[in-house]
């Protein structure tokens, strides 16, 4: 095969990927939707019987260097959401938001453990508790959104959204870090039923804490180094490619070294080239402009063009559909219970559940290294692709619903009185980490 037989999947990939992800921004979806539809209609033209363009679109050739472009793209997907984590916002987020994220997290990864362990309770441990941490990743781009337009977002409410969101990315990468871990230290047969602590788990864990002890200590050097570039070449090219050369060596030594996910180095990376380093909106502006221009949305329409429904059984579909439910159901009891549990109203812990409910491209990339570990069944991709949609959807509804309702059940008094506690404004978060998710 010739390098430019590649040329033409690539057109069609791009430009249908930005026209579908302009549409679905336009009607308040996540771009990420336009991209996985555009996946879909390109892998739709592969039962066409047309041997020409089956050999330009489908041959093993096209199909292995878009597997490895999209690889690239998940890559830079993880280390644009660490350079947007502040590690301010970890240091500054309350009780609330910490108990918050807890119970969304919890709730979830309980969930969805249940529902493969009651569907398929031959599976081992392992793969039951993979279905769980699916469900734990979060992303509250859409709700940033619908809260700044009806003018909500620096209340107790969008605040504590925006700084769960933050802990949330954090939590779910060491969940998936630790299950990807003990999935390639695992011998084969020794991870069946409820006996999956191996020999090899203690030399998981441990390469795990020392992936994470050197990564931290090398990354505390890396910011001292970056501060000297920034102050002697503020704004040039430089900085922008020696993140990138940290972010793929990172995930490099990652999995190749610690048997920790390639988008868990990615992910350390960002977190420590971001945050307080002056260079790094310019760095995160130019990783998403190479991103999001190119690699990225070959990650989505790869994930499309793949999806395969013969291994959908009865049996799957009927799984797939609780997994969905409990999906919504999980942030939504989890995360509002958690609120209550601070002492936010009824009304209010009701949004912090639908605002947390939303997921986007993390819970592919979560599904994805589930799916290359083993661990989870390529057939969940279409339910996955419906939870983000439905998520996407009936969560600007039902809070834009929540508001008006109240705005009309209390509506402003001519004497000028104060909102209720939980409508006053409190500072506002930075939204950074949240609006790349």
Known sequence: MEPF?????????????????????????????????AGILIGLLKYIPWEPLQNALFSEYVSNALSIMSKIGVVLIM??????????????????????????????????FLA???????????????????????????????????????????TSIVAAAVID????????SVLTGFASGAESGSAVGWDWFNPNAGMVVIKIVLFFVIAIAVGI?????????????????????????????YA?????????????????????????LSETPYVESKVDQMGYLFFSPIFFANIGMNLDFSGITLSF??????????????????CGLGAKICKFSNHDSFRVGLGMMVRAEVVLICTEKGVQSGLVD?????????????????????????????AKKNPPSSDGDQPKEEEKEYAPASTGSALHN
């Not at 050097?221 to 060596?249: M, Q, W, Y």
Request: charged content about 15%; aromatic content about 8%.
């Open 116 to 158: 493969s362990w009651l569907f398929f309770p031959a599976e081992t441990v392992l793969q039951h508790l993979f279905y769980g941490a699916i469900l734990t990743a979060t992303s509250v781009s859409v709700t940033v959104a619908v809260l700044k337009e009806l003018g909500k977002l620096n209340t107790k409410v969008g």
């Open 221 to 249: 050097g890396l910011r001292k180094l970056f501060d000297i570039l920034e102050r002697r070449a503020p704004h040039n090219r430089r900085v922008p490619i020696l993140s990138l050369t940290v972010c793929f060596v």
């Open 252 to 276: 490099y030594v990652a999995e190749k070294l610690f048997g920790v996910a390639d988008i868990t180095g990615a992910y350390i990376a960002g977190i420590l080239l971001g945050g307080t």
């Open 378 to 406: 390529p057939a969940v991709y279409p339910f996955v692709f419906l939870i983000i949609l439905i998520s996407s959807v009936i969560t600007p509804i039902l809070l834009k619903w929540s508001y008006n309702r109240e």
């Open 169 to 176: 990315d954090v939590i779910g990468i060491i969940i998936l």
């Open 79 to 112: 280390f644009s959401a660490g350079l947007g984590t502040d590690l301010k916002d970890l240091k500054q987020a309350g009780v609330a938001s910490v108990v918050i994220t807890t119970m969304g997290v919890v709730c979830p990864m309980l969930f969805g």
């Open 317 to 334: 579909l009927a799984f797939g559909v609780v997994y969905v439910v409990l999906a919504l159901l999980g942030k939504l009891v989890g």
């Open 5 to 37: 037989e590649l040329l033409l999947p690539l057109a069609l990939i791009l430009c249908l990927s930005k026209l579908l992800g302009l549409g679905a921004h336009k009607i308040g979806m996540p771009a990420v939707i336009g991209m996985l539809i």
